[in-house]
């Protein structure tokens, strides 16, 4: 029995929601009641609803009453031509878009072209009209980054900005995998603001070889932006980018992960990269012997209860009215966390095994795909921003990392 892989699991639900059957409206209202979806806007003819659990949690969909169609959004450039920016290795994304190559590419100016990334980034000064004198003036230490290849502007940002272009994030992206690298992955999302390149990490992680032998498969992904607005981001991720939620899911599940600021010297950080990315066999000799630990440590129902209730208590502590006792909402978010973690943790049981290892996929699986993403504050109406707000902050780590020191604990008993 092995792992169920993320990605195929999840270019499978999308392709499953691209599927236009005649019962598809009766599914989404449903999927309404229980509390997966909801409903936006709603003119007649077209609904557009927004997930507020699983793989796409955060986004949205438009279903069109008359065709049955469902629109979703990639995040990837698309040109005039109707081309998009994405090339991709043996396997076809959900979407079915960009440039398929069998066997793959390592060359960088082929992978650059079929991914739509065969263009620099430029940095020029910002002039502006001055209405007093109506002359042409430079503002002072700003400047406008844009495209090479349409001039299309990308950002504002100041003087030690220095762009890293597509070719050196491809070319960093080869030193740290080495010689032989195929690329996995490439493309550009959001105009150009944003792009990725991906790579397969050939050092497999079995858990338990000999026994349940459960692969995690990880990737090497570089993550680039040209508007001044994020670093460069070099991730140890399980997912295969190829579109925005892929990105996204990218930095969120991302087991390690560096960012670097854009300047003359980005280019130098490969051995500071190497080691935060754990791209050593130190690093997946420690990794296979815990989590295969973990298969090996049998727990209880009740001694899982248990470690669930500890889990929610540390993980999501519950503020407390001034009457000292938890509102009643809190009370009901707090039982249908437990309930889902406890549902997980028996469909993990039933594919390897009643221990540590089935308690800790489920409580990755529920903060990856369950937990609350209320927004609150200045994110109040916005769940995609509370989304990058929770990934930045790394609070799905937190919990993740409490969870399976608290797990590793149970080796000695």
Request: net charge negative.
């Amino acid at each position: 029995m092995t792992k169920l892989d993320i990605n195929e699991a999840f270019t499978a639900e999308k392709i499953a929601q691209r599927t236009a059957p005649a019962d598809r409206l009766a599914s989404l209202t449903a999927k309404v009641e229980s509390g997966e979806l909801r409903i936006v806007s709603d003119d007649g003819q077209k609904i557009r609803y927004e997930f507020l659990a699983g793989w796409d949690r955060g986004e949205y969909m438009t279903f069109d009453r008359k065709t049955l169609d469902v629109a979703m959004n990639t995040g990837l450039e698309t040109d005039e031509n109707g081309n998009v920016s994405l090339y991709l290795k043996d396997k076809p994304a959900w979407h079915a878009l960009g440039t398929v190559i069998p066997g793959g590419l390592s060359d960088v100016d082929s992978v650059l072209k079929a991914g739509g990334l065969d263009w620099t980034v430029e940095k020029s000064p910002i002039r502006y009209l001055n209405p007093v004198t109506n002359e042409m003036e430079i503002f002072p230490r700003q400047y406008l980054t844009h495209r090479s290849d349409t001039g299309k502007a990308l950002g504002t940002v100041g003087e030690i900005y220095t762009p890293v272009q597509n070719r050196e994030a491809y070319e960093m992206l080869e030193d740290l995998i080495g010689l032989g690298m195929v690329c996995e992955s490439a493309g550009v999302l959001a105009g150009g603001t944003r792009v990725f390149v991906t790579a397969e990490i050939p050092e497999a992680i079995m858990v338990d070889p000999g026994g349940l032998n459960d692969p995690i498969r990880q990737f090497l992904a570089l993550l680039n932006s040209h508007d001044g607005k994020t670093p460069f981001v070099g991730l140890r991720t399980p997912w295969r980018i190829a579109c925005g939620n892929t990105h996204n899911f990218a930095l969120r599940d991302a087991s390690a992960k560096i960012s670097i600021r854009h300047t003359k010297n980005a280019k130098n950080k490969i051995e500071e990269a190497r080691r935060v990315l754990g791209l050593t066999l130190e690093y997946y000799g420690e990794l296979a012997q815990e989590e295969t630990e973990l298969v090996h440590t049998e727990i209880t129902l009740s001694e899982a209860d248990k470690l669930i209730a500890e889990i929610n208590a540390e993980g999501w502590p519950v503020k407390l009215g001034a009457d000292g006792k938890p509102s009643k909402r809190s009370e009901t978010v707090t039982t249908k966390r437990v309930e889902k973690m406890h549902e997980l943790f028996e469909f993990e049981s039933g594919r390897v095994g009643r221990n540590a290892y089935a308690l800790e996929n489920a409580v990755t699986g529920y903060v990856d795909h369950y937990a609350d993403l209320r927004p609150r504050g200045d994110l109040k109406g916005n769940r995609l921003a509370a989304l990058g707000n929770a990934i930045l902050n790394e609070d799905n780590d937190k919990v993740k990392k409490l969870t399976h020191t608290k797990l590793l604990t149970l080796r000695t008993r």
